[in-house]
């Protein structure tokens, strides 16, 4: 296990469009969380999963932002009509319990033209 | 809404000397946690401290923890190149999201 796993790296789109981002998890670890972080600023959450469950969304996830864990293992992070405000970098990670160490990875950049 | 301040924004300093740096909450503290954050990459967590008045050290790092558990302190003895970067301070409730400060972005020019 390598550690937790985003992808794409880097994702160039055209305002409007619709983007997808992956997340793969430490195998086991039953929290996964996504936070977005713009240059200069510490990270900023906007929602995160016990096991399936989506037990929080921040009221910085508009209705254009959905974010599923489908079965509990890796999540998925869809942004609809992609606006240049949504450039960012986004982050996710994930913890084997609720108070144990989170584990980040290295991030999907996003850059909205 | 918990905020946490962390001061300064920006410090440049030459290798081999000493700095601080500071974090202060709004409010109390459930559980402090400080992460170091290098370019391109995700944050990685330092360490957790969730006593009042607590010290932990890391190597050169020295953790200090306010008695009032509102506050800490971050100080690097003998700055070096690999000290670069965003440290950045979190509260982290037993059961509730993360939250992060904006950071302090360190340069320790060689």
């Known amino acids: 296990d390598t550690g937790v796993s985003q992808n794409p790296r880097h994702k160039i789109t055209k305002r409007g469009q619709n983007v997808t981002f992956r997340c793969d998890p430490i195998?086991?670890?039953?929290?996964l969380y996504w936070y977005r972080q713009t240059l200069g600023q510490g990270p900023e959450f906007l929602t995160y999963f016990q096991n399936e469950a989506q037990l929080e969304k921040s009221r910085l996830l508009s209705d254009r932002f959905s974010a599923e864990r489908p079965k509990g293992s890796f999540s998925t992070l869809e942004i609809q009509r992609t606006e240049q405000g949504d450039s960012a970098m986004y982050l996710c990670?994930?913890?084997?319990?609720?108070?144990?160490?989170?584990?980040f990875g290295q991030g999907t950049r996003l850059t909205v033209v | 809404t918990q905020l946490l301040e962390q001061s300064p924004q920006f410090l440049s300093i030459q290798e081999g000397e000493n700095l601080t740096v500071y974090c202060n909450s709004s409010s109390v503290f459930s559980s402090l946690q400080w992460y170091r954050q290098e370019p391109g990459e995700g944050p990685v967590l330092l360490v957790t401290?969730?006593?009042?008045?607590e010290v932990k050290k890391l190597k050169r790092l020295t953790f200090q923890f306010g008695d009032a558990r509102k506050d800490s302190s971050l100080h690097i003895t003998a700055a070096q190149p690999g000290d670069t970067g965003l440290y950045l301070c979190a509260d982290r409730p037993r059961d509730d999201k993360i939250i992060f400060g904006k950071g302090t972005r360190l340069h320790i020019l060689p």
């Open positions: 401290v969730v006593t009042g008045g």
């Open positions: 990670a994930s913890s084997l319990t609720r108070d144990t160490e989170a584990f």
């Open positions: 195998s086991e670890h039953n929290r």
